[in-house]
């Protein structure tokens, strides 16, 4: 085998991996957002290790669903004294789980999420 194309396989493996732990860091985020804070950061440290692979798709899709969770979130709190907040919550959750799910099913099969 090729020197160079076992580095890039190696790489792409420990990418892999990589991706692996943000899934569930974002998982845990459920019950402790430190946990989702710690993935954001990965995320934006390690996403140029990961661009022109099938793993920066997944990289984009947590990004994305971080911060919609962050901006919906504080809404939703903001407006729980509404009692509209206490369905925004409900539902944002759900939208979470749904994208987590989604996300690691793709990255289970090895390709891209859109």
């Known amino acids: 085998m090729h020197p160079q194309y076992s580095q890039n396989l190696q790489k792409l493996d420990s990418n892999r991996q990589l991706t692996l732990i943000i899934y ?3 998982a ?3 019950f402790s957002g430190i946990t989702a804070i710690i993935a954001i ?3 934006y440290v390690k996403q140029d ?5 099938w793993l920066h ?3 984009d899709w947590q990004i994305k669903t971080f911060w919609c969770v962050l901006i919906v979130g504080i809404i939703g709190t903001l407006t729980r004294f509404l009692l509209i907040g206490y369905v925004i919550l409900f539902v944002l959750t759900l939208w979470y ?3 987590m799910v989604k996300g690691f099913l793709a990255f289970n099969e090895r390709r ?3």
């Open 24 to 26: 569930i860091l974002y």
């Open 28 to 30: 845990l985020g459920l």
């Open 41 to 43: 950061i990965i995320n």
């Open 49 to 53: 290790d990961v661009r022109g692979t």
């Open 57 to 59: 798709t997944h990289f």
């Open 97 to 99: 789980i749904y994208r």
């Open 112 to 114: 891209s999420i859109e």
